[in-house]
């Protein structure tokens, strides 16, 4: 086995989550852009995310987001009995051929709906509340 040693690019440590436990709503934004101005008017979508940061989220839909859709987010994170709001853009969107079944995506957080919000997030990532970091 090779190491390789290499800086951590990332602006904050993520987190694994328990994907089958941490419900995720995503509703793209009514500020929606580009090709995605159609989405604005969508129901809210549900799935589950996979990892979080101060700075965003990895989760997966049924139905893909475009790269670039404005969305709001509500995290239903494990143990915390009020959700956790944002919102940001879709930033990656994983390929189909390498990752059959629901649309694996990540959003980069914007901003939170509340002070609050961004408080909950972050203590629960301060007390490593999800367990180890990726």
């Known amino acids: 086995m090779v190491t390789v040693e290499a800086p951590n690019r990332r602006a904050s440590d993520r ?65 915390e009995p009020r959700t956790v709001r944002a919102s940001g853009r879709v930033v990656r969107l994983f390929d189909s051929d390498d990752d059959p079944g629901p649309r694996r995506m990540a959003v980069h957080f914007s901003d939170f709906a509340s002070a609050a919000d961004r408080a909950r997030l972050e203590r629960q990532i301060e007390d490593r509340w999800f367990g180890m970091p990726e």
């Open 15 to 79: 987190f694994r989550l328990h994907p089958m436990y941490t419900r995720v709503v995503v509703s793209p934004a009514a500020r929606a852009a580009g090709g995605a101005a159609g989405l604005a008017n969508a129901s809210p979508l549900e799935g589950h995310a996979y990892n979080i940061s101060i700075t965003g989220v990895r989760f997966e839909l049924d139905e893909e987001l475009p790269i670039g859709t404005a969305v709001d987010i509500e995290l239903f994170l494990p143990g």
